[in-house]
Protein backbone atom coordinates (compact mmCIF):
# COMPACT_ATOMS: atom_id res chain seq x y z
CA UNK A 1 0.00 0.00 0.00
CA UNK A 2 1.62 3.29 -1.02
CA UNK A 3 1.91 6.17 0.98
CA UNK A 4 -0.93 8.24 -0.58
CA UNK A 5 -3.39 5.20 -0.37
CA UNK A 6 -2.55 5.01 3.14
CA UNK A 7 -3.39 8.57 4.24
CA UNK A 8 -6.51 8.59 2.05
CA UNK A 9 -8.54 5.47 3.27
CA UNK A 10 -8.34 6.45 7.21
CA UNK A 11 -9.00 10.25 6.32
CA UNK A 12 -12.30 8.61 4.03
CA UNK A 13 -13.05 6.18 6.30
CA UNK A 14 -13.12 9.16 9.50
CA UNK A 15 -15.56 11.52 6.91
CA UNK A 16 -17.81 8.60 5.52
CA UNK A 17 -18.75 8.05 9.38
CA UNK A 18 -19.16 11.94 10.12
CA UNK A 19 -21.58 11.96 7.11
CA UNK A 20 -19.01 14.21 5.33
CA UNK A 21 -19.86 12.84 2.12
CA UNK A 22 -18.01 14.97 -0.57
CA UNK A 23 -14.56 15.21 1.70
CA UNK A 24 -14.62 11.06 1.51
CA UNK A 25 -15.98 10.76 -2.08
CA UNK A 26 -12.12 13.02 -2.91
CA UNK A 27 -10.69 10.80 -0.67
CA UNK A 28 -11.71 7.37 -2.03
CA UNK A 29 -11.05 8.32 -5.36
CA UNK A 30 -7.95 9.70 -4.80
CA UNK A 31 -6.56 6.10 -3.18
CA UNK A 32 -8.71 4.56 -6.00
CA UNK A 33 -6.12 6.20 -8.71
CA UNK A 34 -3.71 5.40 -7.16
CA UNK A 35 -4.29 2.03 -6.89
CA UNK A 36 -5.23 1.91 -9.98
CA UNK A 37 -1.02 2.55 -10.99
CA UNK A 38 -0.81 -1.02 -9.41
CA UNK A 39 -1.71 -5.24 -10.08
CA UNK A 40 -4.51 -5.05 -7.99
CA UNK A 41 -7.56 -5.30 -9.40
CA UNK A 42 -9.83 -6.53 -6.40
CA UNK A 43 -8.92 -3.75 -4.34
CA UNK A 44 -9.37 -1.28 -6.77
CA UNK A 45 -13.05 -2.87 -7.69
CA UNK A 46 -13.99 -2.36 -4.12
CA UNK A 47 -12.67 1.15 -3.72
CA UNK A 48 -14.40 2.10 -6.89
CA UNK A 49 -17.70 0.94 -5.68
CA UNK A 50 -17.35 2.51 -2.38
CA UNK A 51 -16.28 5.82 -4.46
CA UNK A 52 -20.01 5.40 -6.14
CA UNK A 53 -21.39 4.96 -3.08
CA UNK A 54 -20.10 7.54 -1.67
CA UNK A 55 -20.63 10.03 -4.90
CA UNK A 56 -24.29 8.85 -4.63
CA UNK A 57 -24.41 10.08 -1.13
CA UNK A 58 -23.11 13.33 -2.12
CA UNK A 59 -25.24 13.62 -4.75
CA UNK A 60 -22.59 13.94 -7.23
CA UNK A 61 -24.60 11.52 -9.89
CA UNK A 62 -22.82 11.90 -12.90
CA UNK A 63 -19.44 11.15 -10.99
CA UNK A 64 -21.74 8.19 -8.70
CA UNK A 65 -22.67 6.81 -12.62
CA UNK A 66 -18.86 6.60 -13.61
CA UNK A 67 -17.55 5.24 -10.65
CA UNK A 68 -20.20 2.66 -10.70
CA UNK A 69 -19.18 1.87 -14.28
CA UNK A 70 -15.65 1.36 -13.82
CA UNK A 71 -16.64 -0.90 -10.59
CA UNK A 72 -18.69 -3.17 -13.02
CA UNK A 73 -16.29 -3.06 -15.33
CA UNK A 74 -13.45 -4.45 -12.93
CA UNK A 75 -15.63 -7.09 -10.84
CA UNK A 76 -16.67 -8.78 -14.23
CA UNK A 77 -13.17 -9.16 -15.27
CA UNK A 78 -12.33 -10.84 -11.87
CA UNK A 79 -13.21 -14.72 -10.89
CA UNK A 80 -16.54 -14.96 -9.81
CA UNK A 81 -16.17 -16.15 -6.01
CA UNK A 82 -19.12 -15.23 -3.84
CA UNK A 83 -17.77 -12.44 -1.96
CA UNK A 84 -17.00 -10.44 -5.63
CA UNK A 85 -20.56 -11.15 -6.53
CA UNK A 86 -22.03 -10.06 -3.68
CA UNK A 87 -20.04 -6.82 -4.08
CA UNK A 88 -21.24 -6.89 -7.92
CA UNK A 89 -25.02 -7.37 -7.07
CA UNK A 90 -24.49 -4.31 -4.38
CA UNK A 91 -22.80 -2.17 -7.31
CA UNK A 92 -25.61 -3.43 -9.94
CA UNK A 93 -28.15 -2.32 -6.45
CA UNK A 94 -26.44 0.84 -6.34
CA UNK A 95 -26.65 1.94 -9.99
CA UNK A 96 -30.57 0.84 -10.28
CA UNK A 97 -30.99 3.32 -7.34
CA UNK A 98 -29.17 6.02 -9.44
CA UNK A 99 -31.36 5.45 -11.59
CA UNK A 100 -34.65 5.92 -9.49
CA UNK A 101 -33.29 9.33 -8.56
CA UNK A 102 -32.49 10.45 -11.72
CA UNK A 103 -36.41 9.52 -12.83
CA UNK A 104 -35.27 6.71 -15.73
CA UNK A 105 -37.61 3.95 -13.75
CA UNK A 106 -37.68 2.06 -17.09
CA UNK A 107 -33.80 1.39 -16.98
CA UNK A 108 -34.51 0.69 -13.72
CA UNK A 109 -36.83 -1.88 -13.55
CA UNK A 110 -34.91 -3.49 -16.42
CA UNK A 111 -31.89 -3.78 -14.34
CA UNK A 112 -33.66 -4.71 -10.86
CA UNK A 113 -35.76 -7.64 -12.16
CA UNK A 114 -32.39 -9.20 -14.38
CA UNK A 115 -30.59 -8.70 -10.36
CA UNK A 116 -33.66 -10.41 -8.39
CA UNK A 117 -32.52 -13.44 -8.97
CA UNK A 118 -28.74 -12.84 -7.76
CA UNK A 119 -29.74 -11.10 -4.66
CA UNK A 120 -32.24 -13.95 -3.41
CA UNK A 121 -29.15 -16.25 -4.03
CA UNK A 122 -26.33 -14.79 -1.86
CA UNK A 123 -26.99 -14.80 1.40
CA UNK A 124 -26.70 -11.15 2.81
CA UNK A 125 -29.61 -9.64 4.44
CA UNK A 126 -28.65 -6.22 4.20
CA UNK A 127 -27.84 -6.55 0.35
CA UNK A 128 -31.50 -8.22 0.06
CA UNK A 129 -33.48 -5.90 2.25
CA UNK A 130 -31.91 -2.82 0.58
CA UNK A 131 -32.82 -3.60 -2.85
CA UNK A 132 -36.14 -4.90 -1.83
CA UNK A 133 -36.70 -0.84 0.04
CA UNK A 134 -35.68 0.26 -3.26
CA UNK A 135 -37.57 -1.92 -5.48
CA UNK A 136 -40.39 -0.71 -3.61
CA UNK A 137 -39.71 2.78 -3.58
CA UNK A 138 -39.68 2.46 -7.67
CA UNK A 139 -42.99 0.78 -8.01
CA UNK A 140 -44.48 3.60 -6.29
CA UNK A 141 -42.63 6.23 -8.67
CA UNK A 142 -44.38 4.06 -11.33
CA UNK A 143 -47.77 3.75 -9.49
CA UNK A 144 -47.30 -0.10 -9.16
CA UNK A 145 -48.94 -0.17 -5.55
CA UNK A 146 -49.73 -3.93 -5.59
CA UNK A 147 -45.95 -4.20 -7.14
CA UNK A 148 -44.72 -2.20 -4.61
CA UNK A 149 -46.70 -3.95 -1.39
CA UNK A 150 -44.85 -7.17 -3.00
CA UNK A 151 -41.56 -5.54 -2.50
CA UNK A 152 -42.12 -3.90 1.22
CA UNK A 153 -43.47 -7.74 2.46
CA UNK A 154 -40.32 -9.30 1.30
CA UNK A 155 -38.05 -6.62 3.05
CA UNK A 156 -40.03 -6.67 6.06
CA UNK A 157 -39.37 -10.64 5.93
CA UNK A 158 -35.97 -10.15 5.19
CA UNK A 159 -35.53 -7.50 8.63
CA UNK A 160 -37.33 -10.13 10.94
CA UNK A 161 -35.07 -12.86 9.93
CA UNK A 162 -32.25 -10.56 10.26
CA UNK A 163 -33.44 -9.27 13.24
CA UNK A 164 -33.28 -12.74 15.46
CA UNK A 165 -29.93 -12.63 14.23
CA UNK A 166 -28.90 -10.14 16.24
CA UNK A 167 -27.48 -10.10 19.54
CA UNK A 168 -26.46 -6.91 21.01
CA UNK A 169 -27.93 -3.38 20.63
CA UNK A 170 -25.50 -1.98 18.73
CA UNK A 171 -26.54 -4.23 15.91
CA UNK A 172 -29.99 -3.64 16.83
CA UNK A 173 -29.75 -0.07 16.43
CA UNK A 174 -28.25 -0.58 12.97
CA UNK A 175 -30.60 -3.15 12.22
CA UNK A 176 -33.33 -0.09 13.10
CA UNK A 177 -31.67 2.11 10.76
CA UNK A 178 -31.63 0.29 7.40
CA UNK A 179 -35.44 -0.43 7.85
CA UNK A 180 -36.46 2.79 8.28
CA UNK A 181 -36.81 3.12 4.59
CA UNK A 182 -38.43 -0.10 3.99
CA UNK A 183 -41.32 1.51 6.57
CA UNK A 184 -41.67 4.73 4.87
CA UNK A 185 -42.32 2.59 1.49
CA UNK A 186 -45.24 1.06 3.78
CA UNK A 187 -46.57 4.37 5.06
CA UNK A 188 -46.83 6.25 1.40
CA UNK A 189 -48.90 2.65 0.51
CA UNK A 190 -51.27 3.46 3.27
CA UNK A 191 -51.60 7.00 2.73
CA UNK A 192 -52.55 6.19 -0.65
CA UNK A 193 -55.00 3.60 0.37
CA UNK A 194 -56.41 6.04 2.47
CA UNK A 195 -55.60 4.21 5.59
CA UNK A 196 -54.58 6.36 8.30
CA UNK A 197 -54.80 4.04 10.77
CA UNK A 198 -52.42 1.48 9.26
CA UNK A 199 -49.78 3.83 8.71
CA UNK A 200 -50.13 4.93 12.35
CA UNK A 201 -50.38 1.10 13.11
CA UNK A 202 -47.31 0.95 11.02
CA UNK A 203 -44.95 3.37 12.23
CA UNK A 204 -45.55 2.78 15.57
CA UNK A 205 -44.35 -1.14 15.49
CA UNK A 206 -41.23 -0.21 13.75
CA UNK A 207 -40.14 2.24 16.57
Known amino acids: MTGVQTC ?3 ICFAADR ?3 WHTAYAFAREAAGVIATTPNRPTEAVIRY ?3 ELASNAELEDEASAEF ?3 IHLFSA ?4 SAMRAYQVSVEKGLAKLEIHRGALDSALIRMTKLE ?6 ADFDVALDFYQNLGVLQLRREKDSEAETAVRKALE ?4 WLASLRDD ?12 VYRVQVELDRRRHDPEGALRHWEHFR
Open 170 to 181: RSRLAWSRELAG
Open 18 to 20: FQQ
Open 50 to 52: RSA
Open 69 to 71: GRA
Open 8 to 10: ALP
Open 117 to 122: PSVTAI
Open 78 to 81: LPQE
Open 158 to 161: IGER
